[in-house]
């Protein structure tokens, strides 16, 4: 059995997912109290459930920094093992979550933007190309941000669901087999065990 299907064999079953959709517009309407619909969120709470996995909760938040840096301390304070964004990944001037996650990152996952870009170009041309996905883990957890249209959710999560366990297992310092890696074998990160309250964003 090579590594990686050893890990997968160890993680065991789905983990706790928490899902949040950020869109300033439906957000607007729902305070307004309109009716809102989030057509990706749907398919990310559908795709992950048919992958196993058990969707804690969900909620709407604006384009906002502070909302979603908040989203981000409740959940790295929290009991969920994956936090999952919906929008915000774009190149709009209002498109702030990866700015505002990726700082809370010990180790960023480059593969999971590099694979998404990938197959939406298979899919859309090289208008892929303008989705900024990218995932991370922190403290053992994993966080995901991924584009808000309900088909590039289901490509995201149809492709990369399945790895949540054993990434969470691996951020969790496992090795092979199962057994824990004895701590001077984890290595240190910069950002390991702390939140930072407030990291610097341009223009926040």
Not at 108 to 124: H, M, N
């Amino acid at each position: 059995m090579r590594p990686h299907e050893d890990h997968r064999a160890h993680a065991g079953g789905g983990v706790s997912v928490r899902v949040v959709t950020v869109s300033s517009s439906r957000f607007s309407r729902k305070e307004a109290g309109e009716e809102c619909t989030d057509e990706g969120g749907d398919v990310a709470v559908a795709e992950l459930r048919k992958a196993g996995h058990r969707v804690s909760g969900r909620s709407l938040i604006s384009d906002d920094v502070t909302m979603i840096r908040q989203a981000v301390g409740d959940f790295l304070s929290g009991k969920d093992d994956v936090l999952l964004f919906t929008g915000g990944t774009g190149v709009s001037p209002r498109d702030v979550t990866i700015e505002s996650v990726r700082p809370y990152f010990e180790k960023e996952l480059d593969g999971f933007g590099e694979l998404l870009r990938k197959l939406s170009y298979d899919e859309i041309g090289a208008a892929g190309v303008l989705s900024r996905a990218t995932a991370g883990v922190a403290r053992g957890k994993l966080m995901v941000c991924m584009p808000g249209s309900p088909g590039a959710v289901r490509t995201c999560l149809g492709a990369f669901a399945a790895e949540f366990s054993h990434v969470v297992f691996i951020a969790r310092g496992q090795g092979p087999s199962g057994e824990s890696v004895p701590h001077h074998e984890l290595r240190p990160s910069r950002q390991a065990g702390r939140l930072k309250a407030r990291p610097s964003v341009h223009g926040d």
